[in-house]
Structures are given as structure tokens and as C-alpha cells.
């Protein structure tokens, strides 16, 4: 990557960015990194020393790139129109980026990427793909996904079904670790071919590895650009003496000093046709690192107000091609109102490959400013856990823990979680939605931020719908804003929202499912002991009470009827008079 691609206007700040240039040069640091030295992060090898596959993969995947050519041609020649990647978190993002970047080419499958618990969202899925022409990816690196082995069950007992048991294996494709219990599966059941991936290589730094290689391959994108993009990075970082010459340096000491003065919430601004990349860097800063009570919160998905709108805690990341300057204006003014501003340009979109290894190496930095360990997950395991717990009171007692909504308004239920939450008391009639939102935001500190979790089929209508919910909210409070659906936002940002120092608001939005489908106990079998309602109503309860356990502040608005009209009333609550 050429320096010029990346500018920096960091006004008051440039001296953090030299004193933190400083250290990384004096301990030589970078050099330790490239020889796989924990002690850059920690005095402990724990979830590090076999975590640092990443920084070799683009050579790796090089002469892979044969190999998966010849198999996208396998594919398409035996006239498969779809793929289907099943998958969570980095598992899923990569793909969904290339998929929404680039497409698929003439003659080739289309891509999906379902990393949803929501019956809806499959059910969605069904109605666009032919299963007898439908290739699927069954993709995760421990190989114990509870999300993508549901999904995996229930597409495979519907193949089954259309083109028969001696026939469905060669409808299912793995990329896993070696020795997963996803390995043997696709043993079992024979599936057509099994991609095993460098195991040194955590989920969110896979995109380049065979977990984004191949999906990308079968859309006939161009990988050995893509990849010849990103060993242009890598070489940079490992050849070079001088840390100021590495932008990825540069970027990550940036990072980590600013988050350390209050500088913590990383907005990003991309151009239209990259767009979807930021969903995939929120998953690698996020769950990099929000913990230890620290955190770089990546804001994605807000539309720029003015410059005075924004607090002294963020800084913004504008991501553009070449030739979409249309924002140079704007952000001159954001520099003058004294907001510090990172500026990336991308030649074209398969710079996408440069900004990979760009900011995974950033990343890295920035955790050694930091002081955490950027490859590990402390927080991940606790919804999992509370999960599983809800999933096996429901097989004990047919049902799932009951809750009472604090009260019910215009048709949603509202329940409060956190006791701390200062609504309003109770006069002789149940409080407005108005008044519950203003007791919830009351419980707002200075540097906050509030996070949407939509546990909602994700349309584009109800994306549009939270959109402006979320931008009510920020324009209403001053604060950052984020907005996930779940369960996928539970392998992306769950890790800080439980991990970071606590700022985080949490609004969760549930909904009644229209439809069910259950989940086979065994692949091929028709016999269930739960369904994809159940599972997704499971997983919003078990973050609930792992946030609870946090000490975060959550409440809970559960919508009975249409899902459009329940956001909308929940927006226009927001809206009505001053708090």
C-alpha cells in the first residue's frame, strides 16, 4: 500500500501519534510481531502465539489459488446456480462483503449469505434459490457453531428430501479446522469437497484464508488481485525499519492513543460501493478490543451530520474510491471544528485486499497501545452460555423462562432488565413510551452510546426502519449509535458490548414470529426438539441476561403486531418534545 493512500489530520493530536511511534520503534515491536512474539501483547502465549496465521495467509492462499479455481470450475460445470454460505461473525462478513462488492459473474452462482437465526430470514432465503441447484458452504472454524449446524441440519434434511440421501452430500462444501467436529460431519455425510483452514487463524482475521477465499472463488471474483492487494500491505509491514513509512502502523498507534484520551468511537464514512466493508471491520475492532474495560467502539451505518452534532469522543475513518471525492468539503469542516480524520483511498475495489491486511495489522497495534490481546474473546462465551442454559429449560418444561413486561403501550411490551434504569414513577395510568425512553435515556453517562438489537428478520424495510430510529436517537441524545441484528451481532460486537468500560445503552427489540420451522435433531431426520423461533428467542434472552450480569443498562421492547408500525411508534416516542 503507497503512503499516500491514507492521510491523516489529527490537529492537537499529532504528538500522541509521534509518542506512540516512538514506543513501537524503540521495543521494536513490529519485528517481535512478525516473529510471533506473545510478549508484544501480553506476558502470556495464551490465544496468542496461535493466533498470528493471518499475517502469512496471503502467501498461503497464493498457491491455493489454482486449486480453488479448478474447484469454482467443478462447481459451475455441474450446473449449480446458487450458493448458500452458512455461517457466523468472520465466518460470514468477508463473503458478505464480496458478494455485495463485486457480485457474481456472468455464468456463475449467485451468492447468499444466510448467518441468521430468524425463521423469516430463511424462510426468504427458500423463496429465492432452486435447492436441487444450490451448492451450500457450510463454514466455521471451531466447527461447533450452534447457528450454523441448525441451519446446516435443516438445509440438509431439505436436500435430502429433493434430490435424495445418496445425493446430498455433494450439495454441501466445508471450510473448517482440521480436527472439528465439522470435519468428520462432512466426512459422514459425505460431502463434496472439504476446505481445511490454518488453524493459527482466529475467525475475525480469516477474511483472506480459505473461510473468504473460497466463496469468493465461486463468484469468478479475481483472487489473485485481490490477494496480490493485500501481500502489497503485508510486505510493507515486513520489510521496512521505519515505522513512520507504515501506514498500518501509523493507523493503529492512531487508534489506540486517541481511544486512551476519550477519542474511543471510530466512525466510519465509506463510498457507496464498499459500504458493506464496514460491517466486516466493525466485527474485527469490536470483538479486538472491547475488553478489559477498554474499547475502540467502530460506528458504522450513521449518516453525517454537521460537525457540531458530534462529542469530543469520536474520530472518523472516511473509506473512499479514487474517484468519489464528494465528501472532500465536508470533511474539511469536520478538520476546522477540530475532529480528527482518517482518509483512505482505494484505487479501485479490489484495494478491498489492501484494506483487509490494513486493518487487521492496525488492529493488532492498537491493542498493544492498548495493553489487551487483541486475539482473544473473553466476553463472547457468557451469551452462549445463557443460551444453551434457555434452550435446555425449554427441552426440561416446554417453554422458555417467562418474563413480566414492565408494562405494554400502544401493543409492544416494554421490559427493563437493568434496576438501575430511572423511569419515571407510575402515576394511575401506565407510563407513555415517551416517558420510558426518557427514563432510559436519563441513565446516559458522558461518553456513551446507545446500541440497537434487532432480533427481526433483516429486510430492507426494517433496516430502513431502524435506520431512523437510530439516527432519532443520536440526533435526540448527542451520542454515538450502532445497530445490529441478531444473533449475527452476537459474533461481531457482543464482545464489546460486555467487555468495554461499560458505556454501552442497549435497546432490544423482539418481535412475534409469523412463522416457525423446526430444527432436525439429526441431519436427514424429521424428528425436532426445537425450532429456529425458539433458538433466536433463546439467544435474545441469554445476551439479555449476560449484559444484565455485566452491569449494562438494557431494556426491552417486545412488538405483538406489524413490525414497520411497532418501530415506527417507538421512533415517533422519541421524537415528541424535549426530555
Known sequence: MKGEAIHLELGGYSDALDQGLKAIQGKD????????????????PDEIANRLGWLHVPAEMKEAVPELKKFADEIRESGFQYVVLLGMG????APDV??????????????????STDPG???????????TKTVFIVSTKSGSTVETLSLFKFMYTKIAKAVGVDQAGTHFIAVTDPGSNLEKLANKDRFRRTFLNNPDIGGRYSALSY???????????????LLDRALSVARVSSENDNVDEIPAVKLGVVLGELA?????????????????????????????????????????????????????????????????DSLAKTFESFIEAGHPVIEI???????????FFLWEMATAIAGQRLGINPFDQPNVESAKVKAREMMAAYQDQGQLPAEEPLTEVDGIKVYAIAPDINFPAEEEDAPSLKEIFNGFLDGADPGAYFTVQAYLPDTDEASQALSVLRHRLRDRTGFATTLGF???????TGQMHKGDGGNGLFIQITSEKAADLAIPDEAGEDESSISFGVLIQAQALGDRRALQEEGRKVIRFHLDGDIQDGIQKLTDALGEGDR
Open 260 to 324: 486512551k484520551v476519550g477519542r474511543d468511537k471510530l466512525t466510519f464514512i465509506l463510498s457507496p460501493d464498499i459500504e458493506s466493508f464496514g460491517d466486516w471491520v466493525e466485527q474485527l475492532l469490536a470483538e479486538s478490543t472491547g475488553k478489559e474495560g477498554k474499547g475502540i467502539l467502530p460506528v458504522v451505518g450513521e449518516v453525517l451530520a454537521a460537525p457540531q452534532t458530534y462529542g469530543d469522543d469520536r474520530v472518523f475513518a472516511w473509506l473512499h474510491l479514487k474517484e468519489d
Open 345 to 355: 483511498v482505494l484505487s479501485d475495489a479490489y484495494d478491498i485486499g489492501e484494506q
Open 98 to 115: 464480496f458478494q455485495t462488492t463485486f457480485g457474481s459473474a456472468d455464468r456463475t452462482p449467485e451468492l447468499f449469505v444466510l448467518d
Open 29 to 44: 515491536l513490529l519485528k517481535r510481531l512478525w516473529k510471533h512474539d506473545h510478549t508484544v501483547w501480553k506476558s502470556e
Open 211 to 225: 473461510f473468504g477465499m473460497v466463496p469468493a472463488a465461486l463468484i469468478d471474483m479475481d483472487i489473485d488481485a
Open 90 to 93: 468472520g465466518s460470514s462478513l
Open 121 to 131: 430470514a430463511i424462510l426468504n432465503l427458500l423463496e429465492k434459490i432452486d435447492l
Open 486 to 492: 441478531g444473533p449475527r451481532f452476537l459474533h461481531s
